[in-house]
């Protein structure tokens, strides 16, 4: 039996025109390479933050199964998910609080989506955004 969204309320996507948004920004701003493209799908949906509960697992996800679908590559290993998955909770929520200010700055951004694509690509370029490309380079093969 699938079930669908309404009847999982924690799963329930809360905004999803950043959905929509997300697909527009890798689609026009990130035309490099699958990686980059998968990275770019990773940080705008943390940074946009449109579902109710799991975004970070949401947008790693998001990204592998990008890149499973576009580059034919097999699933990361579950040990390796779950340090990155550590790791991005641990450099968020105790070691890094101007980052989740960034965060939560760039989701605050409204009616400005030049404003909102030109933040996210700084996350992509900063430290965090390199650590998780890296990450999908290595384990995404």
């Known amino acids: ?59 790693l996800y998001s990204a592998i199964i990008f890149l499973i679908l576009n580059k034919n590559i097999s699933d990361p290993s579950v040990e390796s998910v779950k340090s990155i998955q550590e790791w991005r909770t641990r450099d968020i929520d105790k070691d890094n609080y101007a980052l989740k200010r960034e965060f939560f700055r760039i989701t605050c951004i409204e009616n400005n989506d030049d404003l909102r694509k030109k933040e996210i690509l700084k996350i992509m370029n900063s430290n965090y955004g390199i650590t998780i490309e890296k990450w999908l380079r290595k384990y995404c093969k």
């Open 1 to 59: 039996m699938i079930k669908s969204i309404e009847e999982n309320e924690d799963d329930r996507c809360e905004r999803p025109e950043d959905i929509y948004f997300s697909i527009d920004f890798v689609k026009d701003y990130v035309k490099r390479d699958l990686y980059k493209q998968s990275l770019g799908y990773c940080i705008s949906l943390i940074v946009l933050h449109p579902f109710k509960e799991g975004n970070h697992r949401t947008s």
